[in-house]
């Protein structure tokens, strides 16, 4: 079954608004959660580390202030999209790592920003 | 930082055939290697790992074998069917986890009937 639980699965907003992500890890307690991104016919980008209880460590040229992050407890992660525009329009896919070391993903999040 | 690359970028091979996926990683100090399926519209799935310390790991149809010496893993996929169509990651790790990895650029597999 699944081991990581994401929502919505597809979202369409207006430039402008700003838009939530969920992440639940199901099967385990997650300190760390992962944000990446993914345009068509591309590799997975890392965004972002989720630390429950702390802030979250963002990648390179990933901008912390539009692309919140909170992982407020240990099966819950959000990403929220702020201002959106159609250039943050992707792929957005969260992942947990287990407690053995295997990274998984969740189902991803097609975001459409018209 | 680690560079993985990943050959061939499209693969497609007639049913019952095996595919053959290949990467190439640059640190000598990375010591986890995960593959991972995505279906189209779908999250990436693991599908099988191997750490530094083996050399080959085998789950039915699937099997993973890695080089240190030469810094390269492969995936290989037995009997395919056309099911095993889907887009192929490999990644590496120098966290001996899934923890901070890098992605190859993905193959596409197309098992055809």
């Known amino acids: 079954g699944a081991v990581v639980s994401q929502h919505p699965s597809r979202v369409i907003c207006k430039s402008g608004t700003s838009v939530k992500i969920e992440c639940r890890s199901l099967d385990f307690q997650a300190t760390t959660m992962f944000w990446y991104r993914q345009f068509p016919k591309q590799s997975l980008m890392l965004m972002a580390t989720s630390n429950e209880g702390s802030k979250a460590t963002y990648e390179q040229g990933v901008e912390k202030d539009k692309f919140l992050i909170n992982h407020a407890s240990l099966t819950l992660s959000t990403l929220t999209v702020t201002s959106a525009h159609p250039e943050d329009s992707s792929f957005y896919i969260c992942s947990v790592l287990s407690g053995t070391g295997e990274l998984f993903f969740g189902e991803g999040s097609r975001l459409t920003v018209l | 930082g680690e560079n993985v690359e990943q050959h061939p970028s499209t693969l497609s091979v007639q049913e019952g055939d095996s595919a053959v996926i290949k990467c190439t990683y640059s640190d000598s100090a990375s010591n986890y290697f995960p593959w991972y399926k995505q279906e189209l519209g779908k999250g990436p799935q693991l599908i099988i790992d191997i750490r530094s310390n083996v050399g080959e790991k085998k789950d039915q149809r699937i099997a993973v074998t890695l080089n240190k010496t030469a810094k390269h893993f492969s995936l290989h996929i037995t009997e395919t069917q056309p099911e095993d169509s889907a887009v192929y990651f490999c990644?590496?790790?120098?966290?001996?986890?899934?923890?901070?990895?890098?992605f190859g650029k993905g193959t596409s597999l197309l098992v055809t009937p």
């Open positions: 990644a590496a790790s120098l966290d001996n986890s899934g923890y901070a990895l890098n």
